[in-house]
């Protein structure tokens, strides 16, 4: 026998009945949001990961330029091999507790 009664929306369903039209728009509504909302997410994440990726590519195929040497030195220095503490490499810090490791 097909359902005669709407469901009223502050009682469990335990029993067969008809959603009222309201009710189905909005959530109808609420799914197609959170759709275009995933999409959305999908799309951020792949932008992000394909301008690391690229960004990492780039920059490894940045040692292949002849640039001057000192300039090399500064960027490993500065970027690549920093010092843990202070700016020097293999020195006592810490009233001289221990060799930071370069």
Known sequence: MPPTT???SSYVLNFTSFVSEHMCHMNYGALH????NIALDNQY???ALLLCSLMLIVLYLLRFLPL???LVYNFYAY???PP???SRHAVPVLFRFGIAPP
């Open 45 to 47: 994440a792949l932008v």
């Open 6 to 8: 709407v469901a009223n």
């Open 33 to 36: 949001g959170i759709e275009i």
């Open 68 to 70: 001057p040497q000192s």
């Open 79 to 81: 970027v690549i091999d």
């Open 84 to 86: 843990v503490f202070g």
